[in-house]
């Protein structure tokens, strides 16, 4: 069993990775098509991805408070975790999102959009059977009774007061503004295109 869920980490590592490299090289050596036809719909899409993107760190910062010093101890159910199940998931797609309009196209985010849709459910789902086997009727309930991916604004709730390990806490925070970074890449990059430093190969909508 212990063999079949290595070898289950080791394919998604690798799929990760080829994944990680093909949308590498589009986004270093692709361009805007709309910003050559249409300025206007490319400046609203990157609008659009300073949106995600700030909703996304805030929110991954949200997620980090709640589960630093947490995370393996104890079943966390609260803030975040009580309006659904994997709420730093769907805060890291949707900045994974933000960060393919960036590009300011539309396709790049939609490629993102789908892999993520492809990618995380099973990942999702074996997390959760480790969960239930750690945490028992525990989790059972909490699995039925909060949403796994969407969050419902309406089941919120916090604590007056809640305990965090500063050390952890810190030590996450880039982590969780990692989208931050790479907005400001995809920025540099498309500097680098208009002084010629790198070439434009293709032009995408």
Same mark, same amino acid.
């Given at each position: 069993?212990?063999?079949?869920?290595?070898?289950?980490?080791? @394919?998604?590592?690798?799929?990760?990775?080829?994944?990680?490299?093909?949308?590498?090289?589009?986004?270093?050596?692709? &361009?805007?098509?709309?910003?050559?036809?249409?300025?206007?719909?490319?400046?609203?899409?990157?609008?659009?991805?300073?949106?995600?993107?700030?909703?996304?760190?805030?929110?991954?910062? %949200?997620?980090?408070?709640?589960?630093? &010093?947490?995370?393996?101890?104890?079943?966390?159910?609260?803030?975040?975790?009580?309006?659904?199940?994997?709420?730093?998931?769907?805060?890291?797609?949707?900045?994974?999102?933000?960060?393919?309009? &960036?590009?300011?196209?539309?396709?790049?985010?939609?490629?993102?959009?789908?892999?993520? &849709?492809? @990618?995380?459910?099973?990942?999702?789902?074996?997390?959760?059977?480790?969960?239930?086997?750690?945490?028992?009727?525990?989790?059972?309930?909490?699995?039925?009774?909060?949403?796994?991916?969407?969050?419902?604004?309406?089941?919120?709730?916090?604590?007056?007061?809640?305990?965090?390990?500063? +050390?952890?806490?810190? +030590?996450?925070?880039?982590?969780?503004?990692?989208?931050? %970074?790479?907005?400001?890449?995809?920025?540099?990059?498309?500097?680098?295109?208009?002084?010629?430093?790198?070439?434009?190969?293709?032009?995408? @909508?």
């Amino acid at each position: 069993m212990a063999q079949n869920v290595n070898r289950i980490k080791k @394919y998604r590592i690798q799929i990760t990775r080829i994944f990680a490299i093909v949308m590498g090289f589009l986004v270093i050596f692709s &361009g805007s098509q709309w910003e050559e036809m249409y300025q206007a719909v490319s400046a609203a899409i990157f609008m659009m991805a300073c949106l995600l993107v700030g909703i996304a760190s805030l929110g991954r910062l %949200w997620c980090t408070l709640y589960i630093s &010093g947490y995370k393996t101890s104890s079943l966390v159910t609260v803030g975040p975790y009580s309006i659904c199940r994997n709420p730093l998931y769907f805060f890291s797609f949707i900045g994974a999102v933000g960060v393919g309009c &960036g590009t300011e196209t539309l396709i790049i985010p939609l490629i993102i959009l789908i892999a993520f &849709g492809l @990618y995380y459910p099973s990942v999702i789902k074996s997390e959760e059977k480790e969960l239930q086997k750690i945490h028992g009727e525990e989790f059972i309930s909490y699995l039925n009774s909060t949403p796994a991916f969407f969050p419902n604004l309406s089941m919120l709730k916090e604590p007056n007061q809640y305990a965090v390990e500063p +050390k952890i806490f810190r +030590k996450h925070i880039f982590d969780a503004l990692w989208f931050i %970074w790479l907005l400001g890449i995809l920025e540099l990059i498309e500097e680098l295109h208009e002084l010629n430093v790198i070439p434009i190969l293709i032009r995408l @909508y």
